[in-house]
């Protein structure tokens, strides 16, 4: 039983933000595994899964992240969009640059995007993304649920080099606050899902926010690590590395950002959580 708490999703609903319907929960498991449950009972385009906390959090391969009640940003987004399959990253690319520009606009906070799934202030990780893809009965239609968890007053814990909203910037931020500026920078972005046009805009605002390209980066697989220059991204949404042994393109992996160290040493400059 999700716990829904009456009187902040009455508030929420009043937030108002055209396309959207949020839903609130005091707690909850995680809130991308709630909006892919609704996504296979037929939920719409644009509902929102937001909570105080998740009891089982997760990011990327299956990682864990609980935060304490309150301080972050912790939502969902499903989406119902007619993207090709290789396209469906686009939907993770239109989360990350709405949530940059909400960012700035309630903190004035630059941030940086790093390849596939993180948003950086300087060397200290502010946010995480992960998609998830639900196929519908035929297989032939995708619901894609996107979940954020952007870290307002608290930076994570000790020794995962995480920051926050509050402590690059000063300003006490709200999770309401923050979730109306991002739904209304998503709403812009959404609406661009649905043509070409639109398709290479978020892919152009995409790559231009993104600090991993010129960077030279190690890269975790399940089987190897690959070390070489990001040059680039393919149509999918790839990352494209120059190494020694040749050119490789990604669809997934743990990327370190690397610098030369003091005495010529590498050292990670930028850690993926």
Not at 37 to 48: I, K, P, S, T
Not at 142 to 151: E, K, R, T
Not at 201 to 222: D, K, N, P, Y
Request: proline share 4%.
């Amino acid at each position: 039983m999700y716990g829904l708490h009456s009187h902040t999703e009455s508030r929420l609903r009043a937030m108002s933000v055209p396309g959207f319907q949020i839903r609130h929960f005091e707690e909850i498991d995680s809130t991308n595994t709630y909006l892919m449950n609704e996504a296979r009972h037929g939920a719409a385009d644009g509902l929102v899964a937001v909570a105080d906390h998740q009891s089982a959090g997760r990011g990327r391969l299956d990682r864990t992240w609980e935060a304490p009640p309150g301080a972050s940003l912790l939502a969902s987004i499903l989406f119902r969009v007619t993207l090709p399959p290789e396209r469906l990253y686009l939907a993770t690319a239109a989360v990350a640059v709405a949530a940059h520009a909400a960012c700035w606009d309630v903190a004035k906070v630059d941030v940086e995007l790093k390849w596939p799934n993180d948003l950086l202030v300087g060397n200290a990780k502010l946010a995480g993304i992960l998609a998830e893809v639900v196929p519908d009965a035929s297989g032939e239609s995708f619901a894609v649920v996107v979940g954020i968890g952007l870290n307002l007053t608290w930076p994570g814990p000790p020794g995962v080099n995480g920051t926050s909203i509050l402590e690059v910037s000063g300003t006490h931020v709200g999770r309401d606050e923050f979730l109306e500026a991002f739904l209304t920078q998503l709403g812009e972005r959404k609406a661009q899902l649905h043509d070409d046009a639109g398709h290479l805009e978020i892919q152009r605002e995409f790559l231009e926010r993104l600090s991993t390209i010129g960077q030279e980066v190690s890269v975790e697989l399940a089987t190897e690590t690959i070390v070489g220059t990001a040059v680039g991204l393919t149509d999918h949404g790839f990352l494209i590395i120059e190494s020694d042994t040749g050119v490789r393109e990604l669809s997934a992996g743990d990327v370190i950002h690397l610098r030369r160290g003091p005495l010529g040493e590498e050292s990670p400059s930028r850690l993926n959580l």
